[in-house]
């Protein structure tokens, strides 16, 4: 068998196609995006694609399961929430060909605007989640998944976060099993979620669950590693690998199925160790489970709910022992080095009319969110893709036309795509009087340059219809559209005071491509 | 068990040195974990490559005091990761100054005692000056290259696991440039 060093992301791509995957749809977001890239680049009998948003791709990938394919759907954890309306009722449907969603947690916040913790959706989605800890495990785990989806009727999620997705790690490769498109048969009672048909599915569902959770304590996924009694560690993901480094004595309850949670297997390892925690990133997901089902134990009060845990954390928590430091304090400043706008960046030229007319900026999600640092500092709201416009519309209805004609909206071009012309239409059909700069560099920038519905290429390399976002708006109802090259900096200025100024929606599209993009 | 961080700004290609060195370890028969970071620190911003091999390697982070190596393509950079430093690690510094964002405005200088304050408080500072090395590799892009080729002159490793590796990693038209970047770094390397 061979072995090749792979990120967690390609070990996913490769586990998804040795499990005979068809059809593989996702939007880009740190850390998932290497996923789709991995599978259009390295195992092509699979059909990938970049769809508009999270949402869609995840239909694309439940059409593809019902319709008997194998198929898969990957995006980051904000990017679930997104997808969050057909995932809960595709719980309810289930799926024929398995189908398997990549979710990738971001503790640490490295590339992301919050750190929420998506375990709970697969609990209140009623969804078995797998959470690997190591890239080989990442490409396993992801394989099982399709059995497991198959076999239960459950869409799976497979769990990763940061240092499971870009993390580098042995990985023994497999083939590629070829699985045959099930038959589909016409099934309105499964398929069809109208409420006479949910109702029984709620409680097949609920059966599943029970099902599931004897499988949780005795598939392997869930396994107790006995060593020293003394100490009984429960944990998952990463934060397993940072117990076994500092804690290598210990006895571990290793969760690699983190819902539906190993009853049987928690109660028979809480009652043979003297003193049991439970070490986990982010909220007290196991901690909260095992305290109800009777046991006591520590965790989240030495084990931090907020930022990515390392080695030194677990090792202080656990062992009291503090990293030795060799050197001592440097008493001057260290500036630090956020990230910023490129030399020559498009948004760059948009920022610094916006700096200069001092106007509020309703942002989005991008690289010109980092329009908010010095030297700009021009943004003023932020939260999630596709916000802007419709926080933009929120400001003129709270604080009336004087803030319309003094506050711009800015998104970009695949943000819009993905979440914003529906408020835009909002603002058309509210009688909003705002104006909403698409900055428009031809490309998903910010994750790595990856095509989108206006960049005439699709993520397999193929030409498709390039989306025309001038008409796009104007068939919102946005009848003053300018396009312009912000490298005309005076030009820009006019544009967007005269926009601004007129009372009635307008948008601007400042297009330049990303100076990055050859 | 041997610990490796490679420290530098987004750009600098500490993402390959690491991936070089990653590979020489699997080849000779090492389990190997890495730690990266995508996203924004892309733009230009602090990034970092964790690399561990031995026997078996549990975390793919490298715990503060446990770096056996420091290998830094950027003068400030290495500031960020002293507290990783083992007592008998080696740190290997570029004498290259990348003012950030905040020297760039001027509301903060870069320090310029950095080379002097590390050679005080650590005897194993090896600060290098790549530049002649990079005039002749023909390419500023080599740094990263040059810099593994500085750490490999502490590592176990022969020569020829390092080029293979080279030559399995980098695009075929670089291949002599960076194996001469390679060579390079290690003849600035006096033990």
């Known amino acids: ?518 | 068990m041997k610990n490796v961080i490679f420290a530098g700004v987004g750009g600098q290609g500490v993402i390959l040195a690491s991936k070089v060195l990653m590979e020489v370890a699997q080849k000779r028969g090492f389990d190997v974990k890495e730690s990266e970071v995508h996203g924004m620190a892309q733009r230009g911003g602090s990034v970092d490559c964790n690399v561990r091999y031995g026997t078996e390697v549990f975390s793919p982070l490298i715990p503060k005091g446990g770096a056996d190596y420091v290998v830094s393509l950027e003068m400030l950079e290495s500031m960020r990761k002293i507290d990783y430093l083992k007592k008998d690690a080696v740190l290997i510094v570029n004498r290259e100054q990348i003012n950030p964002a905040p020297v760039e405005i001027g509301a903060m200088k870069y320090p310029e005692d950095i080379e002097q304050w590390l050679k005080k408080n650590f005897a194993n500072t090896v600060v290098v000056d790549t530049t002649e090395a990079l005039k002749e590799a023909g390419t500023k892009k080599a740094l990263n290259i040059v810099m593994l080729g500085c750490l490999s002159k502490y590592l176990d490793f022969e020569m020829k696991d390092w080029e293979d590796a080279i030559k399995t990693l980098v695009k075929e038209q670089f291949i002599e440039q960076n194996l001469k970047a390679f060579t390079l770094g290690r003849d600035l390397i006096k033990l």
């Open chain 1, 1 to 518: 068998m061979t072995r090749q060093l792979m990120l967690g992301n390609e070990a996913i791509a490769r586990g998804a196609w040795e499990a005979g995957c068809r059809v593989a749809a996702g939007y880009p977001g740190t850390p998932s995006t290497e996923i789709l890239e991995t599978i259009a680049r390295d195992y092509r009998d699979i059909k990938a694609q970049w769809s508009p948003n999270e949402k869609v791709a995840l239909e694309v990938a439940a059409g593809a399961s019902v319709a008997g394919a194998r198929s898969l759907s990957t995006m980051k954890h904000v990017g679930l929430n997104v997808a969050a309306d057909p995932l809960f009722t595709f719980s309810y449907t289930g799926v024929n060909g398995g189908l398997v969603i990549i979710n990738a947690d971001d503790p640490g916040a490295w590339s992301s605007q919050n750190e929420q913790d998506n375990r709970h959706i697969s609990r209140a989605a009623k969804l078995p989640m797998l959470d690997p800890s190591n890239p080989a495990e990442a490409k396993e785990f992801t394989k099982l998944a399709f059995e497991i989806s198959e076999k239960y009727d459950r869409p799976v999620i497979v769990r990763t976060t940061t240092r499971i997705a870009h993390s580098q790690g042995p990985v023994e490769l497999g083939e590629r099993a070829e699985v045959p498109l099930k038959d589909f048969v016409r099934d309105p009672k499964k398929y069809v979620m109208i409420p006479a048909h949910a109702r029984p599915r709620h409680v097949f569902v609920e059966q599943q669950i029970l099902k599931l959770k004897e499988y949780s304590s005795q598939s392997g996924l869930n396994k107790i590693e006995w060593r020293n009694k003394k100490r009984g560690i429960i944990s998952n993901g990463v934060a397993y690998q940072y117990v076994r480094e500092v804690c290598p004595d210990d006895s571990v309850l290793k969760i690699g199925m983190v819902w539906p949670l190993p009853d049987e297997l928690i109660k028979e390892f809480a009652s043979q160790v003297e003193e049991l925690y439970v070490v986990e990133e982010l909220d007290p997901f196991i901690e909260d489970y095992v305290k109800a089902l009777g046991f006591k134990v520590k965790g989240k009060d030495i084990i931090p709910v907020c930022g990515e845990l390392t080695p030194e954390i677990v090792d202080k928590a656990l062992n009291g022992k503090d990293a030795e430091k060799v050197l001592p304090e440097y008493a001057g400043a260290l500036p630090g080095r956020p990230p910023g706008l490129c030399k020559g960046c498009p948004h760059a030229f948009v920022f610094n009319v916006l700096k200069k007319l001092d106007v509020v900026v309703n942002g989005d999600i991008g690289c010109y969110t980092l329009g908010v640092l010095p030297p700009y500092s021009s943004m003023h709201s932020q939260g999630c893709m596709g916000a802007s416009i419709g926080m933009h519309l929120g400001f003129e209805k709270a604080r009336g036309d004087e803030m319309a004609r003094h506050s711009v909206a800015v998104i970009g071009d695949s943000t819009f795509i993905h979440s914003g012309i529906t408020s835009l239409i909002d603002m058309v059909y509210n009688r909003g009087t705002g104006t909403v700069i698409i900055m428009d560099n031809r490309v998903t920038a910010m994750t790595g340059h990856q095509e989108n519905p206006a960049t005439g290429k699709t993520l397999m390399g193929d030409d498709t219809y390039e989306l025309d976002l001038e008409m796009m708006v104007k068939a919102c109802g946005v009848k003053r559209v300018v396009v312009i090259d912000p490298k005309n900096i005076e030009e820009l200025e006019k544009v967007i005071k005269e926009e601004m100024a007129a009372p009635e929606p307008s948008v601007i599209m400042t297009r330049r491509k990303c100076i990055l993009k050859k």
